[in-house]
Protein backbone atom coordinates (compact mmCIF):
# COMPACT_ATOMS: atom_id res chain seq x y z
CA UNK A 1 0.00 0.00 0.00
CA UNK A 2 1.08 3.60 -0.85
CA UNK A 3 -0.16 7.19 0.68
CA UNK A 4 1.31 9.85 -1.88
CA UNK A 5 -0.15 13.50 -1.89
CA UNK A 6 -2.70 14.16 -4.85
CA UNK A 7 -2.44 17.53 -6.02
CA UNK A 8 -5.49 17.35 -7.65
CA UNK A 9 -7.41 15.81 -4.25
CA UNK A 10 -5.11 17.85 -2.49
CA UNK A 11 -5.04 15.26 0.34
CA UNK A 12 -3.02 12.48 0.97
CA UNK A 13 -4.70 9.12 -0.61
CA UNK A 14 -4.31 5.45 0.34
CA UNK A 15 -3.24 3.52 -3.33
CA UNK A 16 -2.58 -0.23 -3.49
CA UNK A 17 -0.40 -2.07 -6.05
CA UNK A 18 -3.13 -2.29 -8.67
CA UNK A 19 -2.34 1.39 -9.00
CA UNK A 20 1.21 1.04 -9.53
CA UNK A 21 2.53 2.50 -13.47
CA UNK A 22 5.70 2.82 -12.95
CA UNK A 23 9.13 2.34 -10.97
CA UNK A 24 12.54 3.62 -10.99
CA UNK A 25 15.48 3.92 -9.12
CA UNK A 26 16.20 7.67 -7.88
CA UNK A 27 19.84 9.13 -8.11
CA UNK A 28 20.49 8.97 -4.48
CA UNK A 29 19.89 4.91 -4.53
CA UNK A 30 15.99 5.48 -3.22
CA UNK A 31 13.16 4.34 -5.28
CA UNK A 32 10.44 6.10 -6.30
CA UNK A 33 7.39 4.53 -7.16
CA UNK A 34 4.58 5.98 -10.48
CA UNK A 35 0.59 5.67 -8.93
CA UNK A 36 -2.70 6.36 -10.74
CA UNK A 37 -5.02 8.37 -8.33
CA UNK A 38 -8.33 7.30 -8.09
CA UNK A 39 -9.20 10.81 -9.44
CA UNK A 40 -6.80 9.46 -12.97
CA UNK A 41 -3.61 12.22 -11.65
CA UNK A 42 -0.09 10.58 -12.03
CA UNK A 43 1.55 11.19 -8.32
CA UNK A 44 4.99 10.11 -7.03
CA UNK A 45 5.35 8.46 -3.72
CA UNK A 46 9.33 8.64 -2.99
CA UNK A 47 10.12 6.07 -0.68
CA UNK A 48 13.12 6.82 1.63
CA UNK A 49 16.78 6.41 0.21
CA UNK A 50 18.82 3.59 1.67
CA UNK A 51 21.05 4.79 4.81
CA UNK A 52 24.65 5.71 4.09
CA UNK A 53 27.29 4.34 5.63
CA UNK A 54 29.09 6.07 8.45
CA UNK A 55 32.63 5.70 7.17
CA UNK A 56 34.67 3.27 5.20
CA UNK A 57 37.40 1.34 6.97
CA UNK A 58 40.50 1.85 7.01
CA UNK A 59 43.72 -0.19 5.83
CA UNK A 60 43.84 -2.96 8.06
CA UNK A 61 40.98 -3.20 9.52
CA UNK A 62 38.91 -6.06 9.26
CA UNK A 63 36.25 -5.90 6.45
CA UNK A 64 32.93 -7.92 5.95
CA UNK A 65 32.92 -11.04 4.18
CA UNK A 66 31.03 -10.75 0.94
CA UNK A 67 31.61 -14.26 0.03
CA UNK A 68 32.60 -13.09 -3.45
CA UNK A 69 30.33 -11.25 -4.22
CA UNK A 70 31.01 -7.88 -6.02
CA UNK A 71 29.72 -5.56 -8.26
CA UNK A 72 26.61 -7.50 -10.86
CA UNK A 73 25.90 -6.25 -14.77
CA UNK A 74 23.13 -4.47 -15.13
CA UNK A 75 20.85 -6.45 -17.12
CA UNK A 76 20.93 -5.64 -21.15
CA UNK A 77 18.72 -2.63 -22.14
CA UNK A 78 14.78 -3.60 -22.75
CA UNK A 79 14.97 -6.31 -20.86
CA UNK A 80 12.94 -6.70 -17.09
CA UNK A 81 15.59 -7.48 -14.14
CA UNK A 82 12.78 -9.13 -12.85
CA UNK A 83 12.49 -11.53 -14.94
CA UNK A 84 15.66 -12.17 -16.18
CA UNK A 85 16.28 -12.45 -12.07
CA UNK A 86 13.14 -15.32 -11.98
CA UNK A 87 14.54 -16.70 -15.73
Partial sequence: MFA??????????LLGTRR???????????????????CGELVVDRLSDPAVPEA??????DAPDLGGAG?????PPGTDPVLVAAG
Fill in 20 to 38: VVGAEVTPGGGRAVLLRCW
Fill in 4 to 13: PHCPRCETRV
Fill in 71 to 75: PSTPP
Fill in 56 to 61: APGPGA
